[in-house]
């Protein structure tokens, strides 16, 4: 293997990938009475370095590829995801319904990765929600469910080590990914609320390089503000007279450009989620498919966090 693992103690290991880069993520090795493993995707090193091992249990952050990618390749290991990403884990037809294909009047499974990819997916085995805990012999783990980036997505707990494993509240400099139609805008924003407020001592997430020991809090913060950067740019749009949600996604708020085609529809999601979140907050009001400020809301007197 071409980077060791970091041992984070005497039975949790941080296997590493370069830093964003699809399909993989970083996983989280357990090597107790029985030996468990944070996600899956690993780079083909780390895969030949874990064939060895006998693993017991596989547990699933949330059911995007870039997390599951070896799942079939530890057929004896027991795979265990939240509730609500249950459903979309194992089955491609069931995976293909959360991308919103009907939103948007276009087959978006034609840009899905999974089939270049070769993935096989395979059906989970067993359910966690908020709190479970999870007993390996010395190393106990507690499930944080943290919605948002889809419903059933996860980050843990380890309380003996100070660490949150925060999976794709990933600190990506870009911000966060709500792109699709089975994810949630206020959920996202209070999950990762709930992660500045465990005030951890480390932090990992799925895709930046870690463990995180400093300015932690700081940086979630940041993360966590691109939110409410987004929606006041979503305000000055409408404001300029923008009103359906494509005009505001040709404004290029969130990407800059759109590099492959299905970033457009990315943008699309992403800027629906805040308008439907402005609506919420009484600031915006919808004309069938056309969207305006409420009088007296301008770009000037926004307090949106
Ligand atoms: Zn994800
Ligand atoms: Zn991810």
Known sequence: MKSEPKKLSRHVSLLEVPEYTFPYCNTILIEDDACCLIDTAVT???????????????????YHVDHNLHN????????????????YLGSRERFISTLGSQYVGEDLSRYLKV?????????????MSDGTIIDLGHTRLEVL?????????????FPDL?????????????????????????????????????????????????PITSNIQARLARYRDEFYRRE???????????HTLWEIVDENIIYRKFHEPQMRYFEWFMIRQHVLRLIGLGKVFADNDRYY????VRPSNLNLA
């Open 44 to 62: 083909d090193d780390a895969f030949q370095y874990l064939r060895g091992k006998h693993i017991d249990l596989i547990v699933s952050t949330h």
């Open 72 to 87: 079939n390749h530890f057929p004896q290991a027991k795979i265990m995801v939240h509730e609500a990403d249950f459903p």
């Open 115 to 127: 089939d270049q990819l070769g993935y096989e997916f395979r059906e989970p085995d067993e359910t």
């Open 145 to 157: 469910h943290l919605p948002g980036h889809t419903a059933g997505h996860c980050g843990f707990l």
């Open 162 to 210: 100070g660490l949150v494993f925060s999976s794709d509240i990933d600190l990506d400099r870009f911000g966060p990914w709500y792109g699709n139609a089975a994810c949630n805008l206020n959920d996202f924003i209070d999950s990762v609320d709930r992660v500045i407020n465990l005030k951890p001592e480390m932090l990992i997430t799925s895709h930046a390089s870690g």
């Open 232 to 242: 006041k740019e979503v305000i000055n749009a409408l404001y300029r007279g923008k």
């Open 293 to 296: 400020l409420y009088d007296g």
